[in-house]
């Protein structure tokens, strides 16, 4: 079984410009959540989406935004990059029924986008 | 607020100097207790899973507890290959899945 797939795996912007990264979960998870790992803060949680619908949110700001598609791909913006969202950006997928298995939150990472800040 | 501390924060051995690392956690209802292992540029590995008091997984090398308030993770004779940061999340309880709290992560190195 295919695993976690993200695009781009490195990226450079420059501040002010916003940029988009793709996330695609193993096949037939419906979960997909976004984290951002840096040195200093270690690994955050941004956002979650299940059957296209946004189900739980961490505390970023309004710059971070996702979306998922009906195959359950998903994406996620930032918009007028600073400096300081230079980070690693990770995926997760999961089966995350609302009910069944504990084994359904199981989360399983791609291997993330690197994006700097220029 | 939930929150996960890992120790040591780094961790030298010698290949088959056994030894464990901790995370000891707070939360509002504990759905689950993530163990991850990281390596250099790559995104966390799944290794293990524990949701209750007294629960215990073993995975090779690795071994992994649970107990109310804090998980450890032993490594048994452990090989240069053993070296990553490893991680540990908690996930809260709530309908659905919920992001997951990490702590900052045990940084080992095993020395041949």
């Known amino acids: 079984k295919a695993g976690v797939t993200q695009t781009p795996r490195y990226l450079i912007k420059t501040r002010g410009q916003q940029v988009t990264l793709s996330c695609s979960p193993i096949?037939?998870?419906?979960?997909v959540s976004w984290y951002q790992q840096t040195p200093g803060q270690g690994l955050q949680f941004l956002f979650e989406?299940?059957?296209?619908?946004?189900?739980n949110k961490g505390n970023f700001p309004g710059r971070f935004s996702g979306r998922q598609f009906s195959n359950s791909r998903s994406e996620m913006n930032v918009s007028t990059l600073e400096l300081g969202d230079s980070a690693l950006y990770l995926c997760?997928?999961?089966?995350?029924?609302?009910?069944?298995?504990?084994?359904?939150?199981?989360?399983?990472f791609g291997p993330g986008t690197r994006l700097t800040v220029l | 607020e939930d929150q996960v501390t890992q120790s040591p924060e780094a961790l030298r051995l010698q290949e088959g100097e056994s030894s464990s690392l901790n995370c000891s956690y707070t939360v509002s209802g504990l759905r689950g207790l993530f163990w991850y292992r990281q390596d250099p540029g790559k995104g966390p590995e799944f290794l293990f899973t524990?949701?209750?008091a007294g629960e215990e997984k073993e995975k090779e090398r690795l071994k992994a507890t649970l107990t109310k308030k804090e998980s450890f993770l032993h490594i048994t004779a452990p090989k240069p290959e053993d070296s990553a940061t490893y991680l540990c999340?908690?996930?809260?309880?709530?309908?659905?899945?919920?992001?997951?709290?990490f702590g900052k992560g045990t940084h080992l190195i095993i020395q041949p």
């Open positions: 997760a997928s999961s089966l995350a029924g609302t009910s069944g298995p504990n084994s359904y939150n199981e989360q399983f």
């Open positions: 096949s037939g998870h419906r979960s």
């Open positions: 999340a908690v996930q809260a309880g709530g309908g659905g899945a919920d992001g997951l709290t």
């Open positions: 524990l949701y209750s």
């Open positions: 989406y299940f059957s296209e619908t946004q189900r």
